[in-house]
């Protein structure tokens, strides 16, 4: 079935330093492919998305590129704010089915000092 | 805007009890889900609708029912709490089936359950 991994947390950063989230899924057909954004006691926000292969979605500094050869879908981030700390999630849904279903990877945690 | 509103925040349950978790939107969204966030798990569906009279379930849908009486509402019941129910529970909503063209899902900001 579909599934969605991404990489364990938390992750540590300086606020400055280049942040990449791994994300790889598994599909039949033609997924489309999210991040949300989870801030500390809050809903998850949709941060990102990209619907078919090569599409590069992105919003307030991230972005993340469909890679179907690779089935991948990265999180990057050039310079991270303090105000970044989050939990971030991989998502995919599938596009022919009916369920209105998101899958979800298990969340990376990102905690961004001063 | 309200977007999607969940109530209660916290709620602590004991083993055996009822309670029925609201989630209501305001965007006039055809479809609504329940997912429940469990540490290292992410989050995973529980039931679904497709619009008003019409749910189906998820992929952990047991122990729980839910109904559609309207589009602005999905309450999510817990029949006879267990332990294994405590969780972070989250209502979305989207006006459209996800995955085709520019759908979101919007979710609240959550029920945090505690079953002892």
């Known amino acids: 079935g579909n599934s969605v991994t991404q990489m364990e947390g938390p992750v540590t950063l300086s606020e400055e330093a280049f942040l990449t989230i791994n994300c790889t899924y598994t599909?039949?057909?033609?997924?489309?492919l999210f991040w949300y954004v989870q801030y500390p006691g809050e809903g998850l926000q949709l941060l990102l998305k990209a619907t078919k292969a090569d599409d590069k979605g992105s919003n307030k500094g991230f972005e993340a590129t469909y890679r179907k050869e690779t089935t991948s879908f990265h999180l990057e981030k050039g310079s991270v704010q303090v105000s970044d700390s989050a939990v971030y999630f991989c998502?995919?849904?599938?596009?022919?089915?009916?369920?209105?279903?998101?899958?979800f990877g298990t969340g990376t945690l990102l905690a961004v000092q001063p | 805007n309200a977007g999607v509103t969940q109530t209660p925040k916290f709620q602590v349950l004991k083993t055996g009890q009822s309670m029925t978790l609201q989630c209501a939107q305001d965007m006039n969204h055809e479809y609504m889900s329940w997912y429940r966030q469990d540490p290292g798990m992410g989050l995973r569906l529980i039931h679904y609708?497709?619009?008003?009279?019409?749910?189906d379930q998820g992929e952990v849908p047991n122990g729980y029912n839910v109904s559609r009486s309207t589009t602005e509402d999905f309450p999510l019941r817990l029949l006879s709490a267990a332990p294994s129910q405590t969780s972070v529970y989250f209502c979305?909503?989207?006006?459209?089936?996800?995955?085709?063209?520019?759908?979101?899902?919007?979710f609240g900001q959550g029920t945090r359950l505690t079953v002892v």
């Open positions: 609708s497709v619009g008003a009279g019409i749910t």
């Open positions: 599909a039949t057909g033609y997924p489309s």
């Open positions: 979305a909503s989207s006006y459209s089936i996800l995955g085709q063209g520019n759908t979101e899902a919007f």
């Open positions: 998502a995919l849904s599938d596009r022919g089915g009916a369920t209105n279903k998101l899958i």
